[in-house]
């Protein structure tokens, strides 16, 4: 929820009387000398009890973004406005924590303590800003543009930790302490960053972490004209598992369709069914693939070069004519749900994607 506060010090002042717990979440040691201005840019980020976050609402709603200084709150549990993407900010059980444990700052506010600033702080960086944050994936010294390690190390020297400073170390920090995004809020992540046309290297590479691949293809309009549509499925079938095949509408072709990565239309035509499938033995691709396709992690997926040979001999077409295309990887497939697929729809598959891993375990 964003809301803008005329007064910070009258609003911290209020949060106290009215015995509402929150903390300032970062960036907090700036506003010692001053918030910020009144319709600027820079916002405070403020984590809150469930229980504060209607008077907020009701308090300052209508409020203009000159009228105040941008403040984006979360809620604990994230229920109502005070979700992120429709989610928690943070797992509930550790959002309380930061709250339960926080610490005066000058007498100005409540923040988290080193421990719960220092991984509220991780969380942030590794899975919302991801490489938007110039950490990294696995390379320290390329992360030496950021803002963040100095603040880090100076964390890290309050609690007695010691953190190389990459996204896969942060991950890998936050899975020791339990505190890894869950894959539903990965997915969530994701498709947030399709709406935005970001494609994440590091947000692909977590989604290796799970067991399997799950995928999806599209068939195309010169595959349906020439009636080797159903072929083209059935091979399909044969190379994966299928979870879902589904006719794409003619209003959906026509308006989602460019919003698919890496399609070109005019070989081959819109995409008229969409085939999500899974692969429980993906095979990895060798140095040499990712230097051409670096987002393509299982090499299986270059079957479709035969598929794609198949229909030019059968049907006589120019190579060009292209009667499928497929996403890279499983972030990606993710990505696009909501291009073809209802928010119920999209459930059911998360159901059954996690159906399918929970046989492979």
Known sequence: MRVYIPDMTEFFAWMAQSGHGYVVLRGFSGFAA????????????????????APIHARYRSHGKRQGVKCDVYSVSGQGHGGYLGLPYYPPAFAQNIIDTRRDFQGLFFVPDARHHLLSLLYHITYQKMEASKIDMRDAALSAG??????????????????????????????????AASYDVLCAYVQNQFAHDIKSMFMAELFLENKGELNMFVIRGVAVETETHGALIDMLRQHYKTVLVKDIPFMTRAMESGKMRGGKWRRGGRPHIVVLVFDPQPQMTTAEDRKVHPFVFNSRQFAKRGFREWFTQTTGRKPSANPLHSTDNEAEAVGHFPLFFSAHEQADIFMRLKEMRAKLS
């Open 34 to 53: 001053g918030y910020p201005a009144h319709g600027a840019k820079e916002d405070i980020d403020l984590l809150v009890a469930d229980a504060a976050l």
């Open 146 to 179: 950021s803002k963040y390690p100095k603040e880090i190390d100076a964390l890290c020297a309050e609690t007695g930790d010691s953190l190389e400073h990459t996204l896969f170390a942060y991950h890998g920090f936050l899975k020791a302490a339990g505190l």
